[in-house]
């Protein structure tokens, strides 16, 4: 194998047409080139250089690899120095993918911090909610994966091949109209919404609305169900019905014509951002992590 360090004392001899004046070029001994030269020699499997007396002249071959090792050394300078700028966040990407409501929230508040802190760093966005915003990052279409998981119901969720970095527990709240009977109670209990008509959320939300329900002894009465929270806002609104959402995602609303009320017994989601064991390591990726973690603490 050929390698760079050889490269470069080849192309030294080439210009200086001797190992004596390669060696003060490079800064080394002149029996250190002679010794990496035998050495590119025996990697080349043929001579690269033809010794007459004092002088060293260059056979077809030597002329070959002098030729590309330019070519060759710029490419690997070149790419050092942006291996460099990566590493020490001058420059870098990371794909991040996120569900709807930490979107508006956390991601902005991060982005901006990670932008002023490393302006060459960046970052892409897409949505998509937990199962497949989890799949995307293990099939390798995201570096960081901002996601979810209920308090309780972890079933068919195995996250320990990734990394997990905890944010906060997000708590649901009910969502009534500004008129329902229950507008000004400081918090209830989820069967007093028995014998409402429901808007529910996203699939995984109201798989988790459902269970709550039944735990309280009662099976909801979904009328309407949409992923877009501001949609489950405005039906609130109307008078259709009663909801209950992410904290989360009220603060992303900001619901008008709607009060919330505080659900007993509290039923949280756990906010986490994940991302691979070896991208941990990436110092751009590390750094969206630690934005999105202090993002949190808002």
Request: charge should be negative.
């Amino acid at each position: 194998m050929i390698e760079a360090r050889h490269l470069r004392v080849l192309r030294a001899v080439a210009a200086t047409g001797s190992f004596s004046a390669a060696a003060r070029e490079l800064g080394c001994t002149q029996p250190a080139v002679s010794q990496q030269m035998k050495a590119l020699e025996s990697s080349a499997g043929t001579p690269l250089l033809i010794r007459t007396g004092r002088e060293m002249r260059l056979t077809q071959a030597g002329e070959a690899l002098v030729r590309h090792a330019s070519g060759i050394l710029a490419g690997l300078t070149a790419a050092e120095e942006e291996i460099a700028a990566i590493a020490g966040l001058r420059a870098g990407r990371v794909r991040l993918v996120s569900f709807p409501s930490g979107s508006s929230t956390l991601v902005p508040t991060a982005l901006a911090a990670l932008r002023s802190e490393h302006p060459g760093t960046r970052v892409s966005l897409v949505e998509a909610e937990p199962p497949r915003s989890v799949e995307m990052l293990r099939e390798g279409d995201c570096d960081v994966a901002l996601a979810f998981r209920y308090e309780g119901a972890h079933a068919g969720e195995d996250w320990e091949d990734l990394v997990v970095r905890p944010l906060f527990a997000d708590r649901l709240v009910g969502l009534v109209p500004e008129g329902h009977a229950l507008a000004g109670a400081g918090s209830v209990t989820i069967d007093a919404f028995a014998d409402e008509p429901w808007i529910a959320g996203c699939p995984r939300c109201r798989r988790q609305l459902v269970e709550v329900c039944r735990g309280a002894g009662f099976a909801p009465r979904i009328d309407f169900a949409t992923d877009d929270y501001p949609a489950v806002v405005g039906l609130v609104s109307a008078g259709l019905g009663v909801a209950v959402l992410p904290e989360l995602a009220i603060e992303s609303v900001r619901p008008k014509g709607a009060r919330t009320v505080t659900v007993e017994p509290a039923v949280r989601r756990e906010i986490v951002a994940l991302t691979l064991p070896d991208l941990a390591q990436v110092p751009a990726v590390r750094a969206t992590l630690d934005h999105l973690a202090k993002a949190a603490t808002r």
